[in-house]
């Protein structure tokens, strides 16, 4: 939706991740057709899925800065990797953050100087409700099916950011999911989740009523990136 009521935009890249729901492809497919232009997938090459960024690092995330390795080698190190292919262009970044993510927004811009950057769904107001809403009205596909399925992003399957609330709905919906990444903490010594004193909880020790997914925090790793590349600006080398 940010692409779309941005308007000219004439780069479109999608981060392909093996984790994310097989349906992502279809919506990717069906949002090429509804924009009439071809949209760049992007994979990374040295790290297919999350247990392999996982295993490399040695945990989840780093929880004193913040720091995943799934998200930052599987999205930002391969939109940095497309960023230096287009060094001689003045890039202008669309961005998919709504109303209420406005310090997501300024951290953006704070991190990523050499480019400009365009927040549309922030410019006109729009929540997350709106937007869906919008996308409804506008187009007669379906949104992908991780929020058909109610989950509120569309992150990977299993995502290492999730909640207790969230967790457990994985565990009905997607079993095997639930039971490899219960295995991979055991093996990497780390859990995922985390009690109100810090302590771990893991996957196999987590009550299958705690949580709630609709009221947990629950950060979203985007799917899609929209590009403008203002060509009559580029820089001759």
Partial sequence: MGGYLAGD???W???DIADQHEDSMRFIHDCEKA??????VL???QYTCVEDCVRTFGGFRNYRNGFAPCTNWLKKRIRKQWEAEHH???????WGFDLKERDRADRTVAENPQAEHEFPLIEKNLSKKDVHGLFKRIFSFPRPQMY???YPNNNCVGCVKGGFGYWNRIRVDFPKTFQQRAALEREIGHSMLKDYKGNPVYLDELEPDRGDMNTEVFPECSIMCHLVLPRKKAQSE
């Fill in 9 to 11: 935009v004439d780069e």
């Fill in 13 to 15: 890249i999608y981060i």
């Fill in 35 to 40: 924009i009439g232009k071809e949209i760049q």
């Fill in 43 to 45: 994979r990374s090459n």
């Fill in 88 to 94: 001689g262009y003045e890039l202008i970044y669309v």
């Fill in 148 to 150: 058909e399925m109610g």
